[in-house]
């Protein structure tokens, strides 16, 4: 990758990994590679994952969703011991019915010191997300603006992105002045920065999507990017990044050709040995094909109808969570439900009456929200929706805990971009699951993008390529290393 080529009358200078993406995300953020790997639910971007990857110098994000402060707690005292100053980052979820547990883990990043965080699923901001960016604010001795906290925004629709990339709203600032959560120089400096500088356009992904394609996604966050930086004139300019899909050389050579700053991989990455999930839902994603995905009903927004994209191969739980919105949708409580329905729901999903199902999610939103358990005991239609999504919520548990008496019920969030790599891994080393290291996974991606990216150079000179040349066949570490000139890295 380190030489210019000649190619009859052609040439074709070096294109290195390095030099993919923006050349500032990755100085500023100190790393390597302009990779990012996103954090995943429940742990399956797990500290392993992000150490792995952090080590070989991209970017990986923990999957603190749906976990409790405690374990959130635990895995960054392992990350900042582990780690330390190598950049990594945290994932802080927009929840809606949980506003709460949303400042409890930004009240959390800012007394342990997390200073990068992958915001993702905000509809809008909300004050706990602006005061995670602001805490710390101040003007440095040169007149520039300081900022200790970064944010990495994800979003699937310019709207959203539009907030994050614009200074924080007057009401938001408002608030937090009146909570004494900032002082009224950091509210004046706020209005030089962007919520978030950096964000990454999502495009059809695994588990919350959109499901939009990311050629016509990604040129519309680049134009709202130059059009937002033109009008606000940021010190630091602002950068778009792409995810949705992405797991192959040739895709990530696609979203950097169509000038993303970084690339995001999900799907692939909850593939690998470091992730959180369990080896039988490992071998199962290694058996996907493209169209082996679903979109099925989400857990934590299951009343509004959205969705996720799940795996459909090998689990039945696309079809039992439709079935679950169905009878949702036709019945006005649980005791309206048809007798022969509710028989076939307490056998094949519940494994016990309904009645006892939602005397277990009583007690836990006791615990947890008792908000929740008055609504259900009030109102029987959320009642049942409070029960249904017990199933929902408890189907993924059961993948990553890799639970033999609930193979079936497996709920595991995956996008095409699975099938796309089993596709290209086919036949090589990276088609056996133990195989799957993430940053084994990350520099394929990365150096075959890199070689993809010289050969469509000779392409667009006319030069007429063998097929065998036009793909970049999986390589082990060792012939990776050869192609970046034998540099070490930990994987
Ligand atoms: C198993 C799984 C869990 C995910 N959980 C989260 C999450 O908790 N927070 C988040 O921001 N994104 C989450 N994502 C999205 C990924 O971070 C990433 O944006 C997406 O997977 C990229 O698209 P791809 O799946 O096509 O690679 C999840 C994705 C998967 C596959």
């Known amino acids: 990758m380190s030489q210019a080529f000649r190619f009859g009358d052609k040439s074709v200078p070096a294109v290195s990994p390095e030099a993919l993406g923006d050349p500032t995300f990755t100085r500023d953020y100190g790393l390597k590679y302009a990779y990012v790997t996103g954090a995943m639910a429940n742990g399956i971007a797990s500290e392993a994952l992000v150490e792995a990857v952090a080590k070989a110098g991209m970017l990986g994000f923990f999957g603190s969703a749906g976990l409790s402060i405690e374990r959130v707690t635990a895995a960054i005292d392992r990350l900042q011991a582990s780690l330390g100053n190598i950049p990594h980052g945290f994932n802080l979820i927009h929840s809606p019915s949980e506003q709460d547990l949303e400042a409890a883990v930004v009240e959390l990043y800012i ?3 997390v200073r990068l965080v992958e915001a993702s699923a905000y509809l809008g901001l909300t004050a706990h997300v602006v005061r995670y960016r602001l805490h710390g604010i101040r003007r440095g001795a040169d007149g520039t603006v300081i900022t200790p906290n970064r944010i990495i925004a994800k979003a699937s629709r310019v709207e959203v992105v539009r907030k994050f990339f614009s200074p924080a709203p007057e009401a938001i600032l408002k608030e937090l002045l009146a ?13 030089e920065i962007p919520v978030a500088q950096d964000a990454t356009a999502e495009a059809d992904s695994g588990g919350h999507t959109d499901n939009r394609p990311l050629v016509t996604m990604l040129p519309s966050f680049m134009a709202l990017r130059d059009q937002l930086q033109a009008e606000f004139g940021y010190a630091s300019p602002l950068r778009v990044g792409a995810a949705g899909g992405i797991s192959t050389p040739a895709a990530a050579a696609a979203a950097f050709a169509m000038g993303a700053a970084y690339v995001l991989t999900g799907s692939v990455n909850q593939a690998c040995v470091e992730s959180g999930s369990c080896d039988a839902v490992r071998a199962m994603l290694a058996q996907a094909e493209q169209a082996d995905v679903a979109m099925a009903p989400a857990a934590d ?3 509004m109808g959205v969705k996720v994209q799940v795996l459909k191969r090998g689990t039945m739980f696309a079809m039992r969570a439709a079935k679950l919105y169905e009878v949702y949708n036709a019945n006005a409580s649980m005791d309206a439900i048809p007798a022969p329905v509710k028989t076939a729901l307490e056998r094949d999903l519940f494994k016990a009456p309904l009645e006892t199902i939602w005397a277990q999610t009583r007690e836990f939103f006791l615990k947890r929200d008792p908000r929740e358990a008055q609504r259900g005991d009030a ?3 959320h009642r049942m ?3 249904f999504r017990w199933y929902l919520g408890l189907a993924s548990r059961w993948a990553n805990a890799g639970e033999p008496s609930r193979r079936l019920d497996y709920q595991v969030w995956c996008g095409p971009a699975m099938g796309a790599f089993n596709e290209w891994a086919r036949g090589s080393f990276l088609a056996e699951p133990a195989e799957r290291r993430a940053v084994v996974v ?3 991606i990365l150096v075959g993008a890199a070689y993809l990216a010289r050969l469509n150079i000779l ?8 097929p065998e040349l036009q793909r970049f066949a999986p390589g082990t570490l060792d012939r990776l ?8 890295h930990p994987a």
């Not at 909570?179 to 209005?191: C, H, N, R, V």
């Not at 290393?481 to 070490?488: A, P, V």
């Open 385 to 387: 929706a409070l029960v």
């Open 481 to 488: 290393q050869d192609c970046l000139g034998r540099e070490r």
């Open 379 to 381: 109102d029987p239609k």
């Open 179 to 191: 909570k004494g959560q900032i002082t009224q120089e950091q509210a004046a400096l706020a209005k």
């Open 111 to 113: 007394k342990k010191g």
């Open 459 to 466: 392409r667009l000179q006319g030069a007429r390529l063998a």
């Open 301 to 303: 927004m299951f009343e």
């Open 442 to 444: 990350g520099l394929n």
